[in-house]
């Protein structure tokens, strides 16, 4: 083992193998929507659609919670602000129909600012407390969008918002069909690439955060929020950054979602969808970015490929003994308190939470005995 | 002892008073200290010396009474910006941040010091990359100093318990401070590792930096401070030079009990 992983550091520093891999995966995610088509269909093209969109929520929230360690129940909330600010604005419910490059930053920038309205009222609350009032907000914003269409009807209440311009790049619009080089691109792939750039961008923008004066200032908030204070940081402005950007990362996704789908409703912001979220992150490894990517991909793939339960039974027993609707989110569920169980620290936790978890209480109690 | 400088007072606390519900914490303390000196705050435990660190330091605001620092007015203002104003502090209860490493600690002491916000950490720009390599050199220089730069990529809670009080005087250095306040520095300390603390904090105050220090050992306070105050029941009942104040009749009641005064 001690070999092996010897082996393994020397070969993770071998540039032209970082080079290789490297080409090698974007090779496979580039291929990876034709692939899926031929191999099992074109929803799971859509699927691979939703995974990305989700990692981008995951990573949007890890900011907050990996990063900062301010448990947020209510990121949804932010989600849903980017997703109805982009059909409202480009929809024929109010006739306008503004530009996608337009609309992407600006609604970053609106979710940004309800990103700094729910952290300016928690900065004095820690953990559980913290939680539930991000709860809260989180509902607020939904039976808001849900009530919002009396007396002026803003937000077509639980009908929702139909109709939502499909997202146009320039003259190209991601809702068509366009052949390149003898390549087919239904609008589903289409959708998939700009996801794709937009969740590496994502990615990149994390990656830059975390090794930085802000990204350790967060750190180190999370740690020991008093000794933070004392060294100069400004604990409340680093807060609220770390909100307010987590926020835009959800204000972004949920553009792309109301684009994607076509039609916004509150049902899909529930406070399931927070933990869903919440769950990527925890289960992928909290503040390790390949971790919460995995933990994103995993908790899309898995209650959709848990779907074929029902097929499998028949070629199994020759009959559906168990309905899969409900064998589904068993299995789901007990996949989830298994991994829970056997790796607390996440699938793929960083370095740095490992430690935390494994030296547990006796760091603590070794440093403030 | 009091350097040349001394006449100035960098800090000066007037009349400090700090109640916790019904308990008198503090009680009009004054205290007033020199540019360079090192300043030794002693007395028996629950005197309220932490107290008055914390309200030093921003972490409680006092009831009443002001606190003026370098010629500006201290009291009430919040923890980041006492240390922006140059006051750093380390913790009875050594409070580091337990899993980041020890350089990364220090680094973040130098925050305060330096000001790269979100588009120059995306974008890295040249002016990003010089200060992130001149806060991370500066960083390894400190750790340098207190002498535990070989344990620089180790997480701090792995420490030895002599070097995290170390780390935590480096991270407290790294805010660049005028006053130095350090709560207990040699508790858990055999008598080596006193020794090596006695060495650096005279290496500190050589520097430039004041010191404000709360200590239990005796010979450590007597041997090091210029000036001690004595606090009991929150109320200061003597200052002056440590000998003298060490057979102040009131000190010793405080220490020993009113029967053998």
């Known amino acids: 083992m001690y070999l092996f992983s010897e082996r393994w550091q020397k070969l993770r520093r071998d ?61 949804v909330a932010f989600f849903a602000v980017g997703a109805y600010f982009y059909a409202l604005l480009a929809s024929p419910h109010f006739d306008l129909h503004l530009p996608f490059w337009l609309l992407l930053p600006a609604g970053a920038a609106f979710a940004c600012v309800f990103g700094v309205l729910l952290g300016a009222p928690t900065l004095r609350l820690r953990g559980d407390y913290l939680a539930i009032v991000t709860l809260g907000f989180g509902e607020i914003i939904r039976i808001f969008l849900l009530n919002l269409n009396a007396p002026i009807n803003i937000t077509n209440g639980p009908q929702g918002v139909n109709l939502i311009d499909p997202i146009r790049l320039g003259g190209l619009s991601l809702a068509q069909t366009h052949t390149v080089l003898g390549f087919t ?32 200032a967060w750190a180190a908030i999370r740690e020991d929020e008093v000794a933070a204070a004392a060294m100069g940081i400004n ?41 869903m979220i919440l769950c990527m992150v925890v289960l992928g490894g909290m503040g390790h970015i390949p971790g919460v990517v995995l933990g994103a991909v ?31 989110l068993l299995v789901f569920g007990l996949a989830l308190i298994l991994v829970m169980l056997l790796r607390p620290s996440g699938l793929w936790p960083s370095a740095l939470r490992r430690r935390e978890l494994a030296a547990g209480g006796g760091a603590a109690a070794d440093g403030r005995a | 002892m009091i350097p040349p400088t001394g006449n ?38 629950g005197a309220g010396k932490t107290t008055l660190f914390n309200v030093l330091t921003g972490l409680y605001a006092p009831d009443a009474g002001e606190f003026t620092f370098d010629g500006e007015r201290l009291t009430g203002m919040k923890p980041y910006r006492v240390a922006a104003c140059g006051i750093a502090r380390t913790f009875q209860n050594i409070r580091l941040f337990a899993n980041m490493s020890a350089l990364e600690n220090v680094m973040v002491g130098r925050h305060v010091r330096t000001r790269a916000g979100v588009p120059g950490a995306v974008l890295r720009s040249a002016a990003t990359r010089a200060e992130e390599r001149e806060i991370a050199s500066r960083a390894y220089e400190l750790l ?5 730069a070989g344990r620089a990529a180790q997480p701090a809670y792995g420490l030895a318990y002599g070097d995290q009080r170390r780390l935590e005087i480096a ?3 790294a805010t660049e401070p005028k006053l130095l306040a350090l709560d207990e520095p040699a ?15 005279e290496r500190i105050r050589a520097s430039g930096v004041t010191l404000l220090l709360i200590e239990h050992d005796v010979r450590l306070v007597m041997g090091l401070c210029d000036r001690v105050a004595v606090l009991d029941y929150g109320r200061k009942i003597a200052e002056g030079a440590p000998l003298a104040v060490q057979h102040d009749p009131a000190v010793i009641e405080a220490y020993l009990g009113g029967a053998l005064a």
């Not at chain 1, 496979?28 to 995974?51: N, S, Y």
């Not at chain 1, 402005?237 to 307010?244: G, P, Q, R, S, Y």
């Not at chain 1, 339960?309 to 064998?327: C, E, K, N």
């Open chain 1, 15 to 75: 540039p032209r193998l970082v080079w290789a891999a490297t080409i090698a995966l974007a090779l496979l995610l580039v291929a990876l929507p034709f692939v899926t088509d031929w191999a099992v269909g074109r929803t799971w093209v859509r699927i691979a659609a939703f995974v990305l969109l989700y990692i981008m929520l995951a990573l949007g929230l890890n900011i907050v919670v990996g990063y900062a360690g301010l448990l947020d129940l209510g990121y």
């Open chain 1, 185 to 216: 691109f239904p609008a589903v792939y289409n959708y998939y690439y700009l996801f794709l750039a937009l969740a590496f961008a994502v990615i990149f923008v994390s990656v830059r955060l975390e090794d930085s004066r802000i990204g350790r």
């Open chain 1, 235 to 275: 604990t409340r402005d680093v807060k609220l950054l770390a909100f307010a950007m987590g926020a835009s990362f959800g204000g972004v996704s949920g553009g792309l979602f109301a684009g994607f789908q076509g039609f916004v409703s509150p049902e899909s912001f529930t406070i399931l969808e927070s933990i």
């Open chain 1, 298 to 328: 995993l908790l899309v793939v898995l209650p959709e490929a848990l779907r074929y339960l029902g097929p499998l039974q028949q070629v199994l027993f020759g009959r559906v003994l168990a309905d899969p609707a409900d064998l589904r």
């Open chain 2, 8 to 45: 100035a007072a960098l800090l000066e606390a007037l009349a400090i008073s700090k109640r916790f519900g019904g308990l008198s914490a503090l009680a009009e303390v004054s205290l007033s200290i020199a540019r360079g000196e090192i300043f030794g705050l002693i007395g028996p435990n």
């Open chain 2, 144 to 148: 340098d100093y207190v002498g535990i």
């Open chain 2, 171 to 173: 991270r407290a250095l």
């Open chain 2, 187 to 201: 508790a858990g300390m055999n008598a080596t590792e006193r020794a090596e603390l006695k060495r650096l904090l």
